[in-house]
């Protein structure tokens, strides 16, 4: 049985301690760090005999993140790493000196304590470069090693002042140039699709070809990762920012919107995979032939898109004309077997109808339907 690896912290400090800030930064934040660094750099140099200052300003900067929870967690890592790098440096230097072999294997004592101790690579990192700066600069520098505590510290809550004291609003613009992006592109997909339909009609692809629109696709995975990244990225910058309050209902907005577009990806991928397997290939066609399903397509990007420019587009329309393919498809062939991949592919566009209509109807009630007795 395999071991469970036993964390070496709890909540909530350990959702700290292992926490990435996901917001990145922007002007007012890169102000803010530049004020933060030459002030933790000025009050540090009021200690009369902190001659060598490194650490104040050093972890001012790495401390501030464009968002609270980001900078509190950052500084809980950058404030930890050090003490323990620094105390460790000190320690080595008194009983083993420095020399090039006491160095090389402070670094890999540093390393290995790192790896055990450490959750993320900023902490990781930074308790090896405390310990090598301590070491290295120590016997320049009478009391260095235990300045440098006081400089950690400095520097952590001076990042911190500066990250409650000067909040940063959540760019909601971001996730709503991110969401609008991803949405544009499920529908242009769609058009995509009807249009390479329309000019490759009669034109069989080689084996093992794909059509044009796979790529464009694929995209969309990214489209849809760099819009959820953006959402986490603004919702960080909301907790423990008292400005921030007011706009929570816009962030459960676009929370909202991100998951319907999860949806409407997945089908639309669905629905280009199915039509890249069973068009413009060897063999017979389809029973859902190509000229309604570019109008079918069509009209399911227009719903789409109307839905993303906010208006309530009425579905009857296309859900008429999905039933009536629905029909057709069946007097092909008799059989539900032999048309059983039309059918699905009909039904990967009715989900994306009731999708995208604000209040959709099934294609047919089946409490009206007469049912079989299974005995």
């Known amino acids: 049985m395999e071991r469970k690896r036993r964390a070496v912290v709890t909540e909530p400090l350990g959702a700290l301690l ?3 800030p996901k917001s ?29 200052v490194l650490f104040a300003p050093v972890v001012a900067v790495l401390t501030l993140q464009a968002s609270v929870y980001g900078s509190i967690a950052t500084g809980a890592q950058l404030l930890f790493a050090n003490l323990v790098g620094t105390a460790l440096a000190i320690a080595w230097v008194k009983l083993l000196g420095l020399t090039w072999w006491s160095l090389a294997a402070a670094a890999f004592v540093a390393l290995v304590v790192a790896r055990q101790v450490t959750n993320t690579p900023l902490a990781r990192n930074q308790l090896t ?10 016997p320049m520098a009478q009391g260095y090693g235990q300045w440098r505590f006081a400089d950690v510290a400095l520097g952590s809550v001076v990042g911190l002042v500066v990250a409650i004291v000067v909040p940063e609003r959540p760019r909601l613009h971001l996730i709503r140039r991110s969401l609008d992006a991803w949405g544009a592109a499920c529908v242009q997909v769609l ?27 694929r995209r969309l995975g990214d489209l849809g990762a760099e ?9 960080e910058t909301t907790v423990l920012n008292v400005v921030a309050g007011r706009l929570r209902r816009d962030l459960d907005d676009a929370r909202g919107e991100d998951l319907w577009l999860v949806r409407i990806t997945t089908q639309v991928r669905a629905v280009s995979l199915a039509v890249d397997r069973l068009y413009d ?9 190509r000229d309604t399903l570019r109008a079918l397509l069509g009209a399911t990007a227009d719903l789409l898109a109307a839905r993303l420019a906010g208006e309530s587009p009425d579905d009857t329309s296309l859900r008429e004309a999905l039933s009536a393919a629905v029909q057709r498809v069946h007097t092909v062939f008799p059989t539900a077997l032999a048309v059983l991949d039309s059918v ?3 039904g990967r566009l009715d989900q994306l109808r009731q999708d995208a209509a604000q209040d959709p109807e099934a294609l047919v009630d089946l409490d ?4 079989r007795d299974p005995g």
């Open 191 to 217: 058009r995509d699709i009807a249009d390479e339909l329309h000019a490759r009609a009669g034109e069989t692809l080689e084996a093992g070809a794909r059509h044009d629109w796979i790529a464009k696709s």
């Open 281 to 289: 290939r060897p063999g017979h066609p389809p029973a859902l032939d």
């Open 344 to 346: 699905t592919l009909l």
């Open 368 to 371: 009206d339907l007469p049912r």
């Open 24 to 52: 990145k930064p922007s002007w007012l934040t890169v102000v803010k760090t530049t004020v933060a660094a030459t002030l933790a750099w000025v009050l540090a140099r009021q200690f009369g005999d902190n001659v060598a």
């Open 227 to 235: 819009a959820t990244a953006a959402l986490a990225g603004v919702e």
């Open 18 to 20: 292992t926490s990435v």
């Open 129 to 138: 470069i405390a310990t090598l700066a301590v070491l290295v600069l120590t």
